[in-house]
Nanobody, 125 residues
Framework: QVQLVESGGGLVQAGGSLRLSCAAS????????MGWFRQAPGKERDFVGGIVWSGVATYYADSVKGRFTISRDKSKNTLSLQMKSVKPEDTGVYYC??????????????????WGQGTQVTVSS
């Protein structure tokens, strides 16, 4: 089992910045990749970005490219999401997730094995 705990959410004005963190514990040695998803009220959970845990590659949704940056600290087992130039449409509950499989799609929530409880991000206009 892997436990994931997000932090750093809050209220931010449009154009501002916010940094989310995700602390991983448990059997993290089996992790191949981690990702961030977000879910707005009444909508599906959407892929934001992901990173291979070794750090060799990162992937982003088109909607956040150039504004969001994913990073990880292997020594601390933490995943981060630096959000810049945020927009009201970035509002939602942000979840971090991890998976063991190397071949699964980055974009589908079903391909991830473990999830955090989520942290709310609200961007005011």
């Amino acid at each position: 089992q892997v436990q994931l705990v997000e932090s750093g959410g809050g209220l931010v004005q449009a154009g501002g910045s916010l940094r989310l963190s995700c602390a991983a514990s448990g059997r993290t040695f089996s992790t191949y990749a981690m990702g961030w998803f977000r879910q707005a009220p009444g909508k599906e959970r959407d892929f934001v970005g992901g990173i291979v845990w070794s750090g060799v590659a990162t992937y982003y949704a088109d909607s956040v490219k150039g504004r969001f940056t994913i990073s990880r600290d292997k020594s601390k087992n933490t995943l981060s999401l630096q959000m810049k130039s945020v927009k009201p449409e970035d509002t939602g509950v942000y979840y971090c997730a991890s998976r063991r499989d190397r071949l699964s799609s980055w974009y589908h929530p079903d391909t991830y094995d473990y999830w955090g409880q989520g942290t709310q991000v609200t961007v005011s206009s």
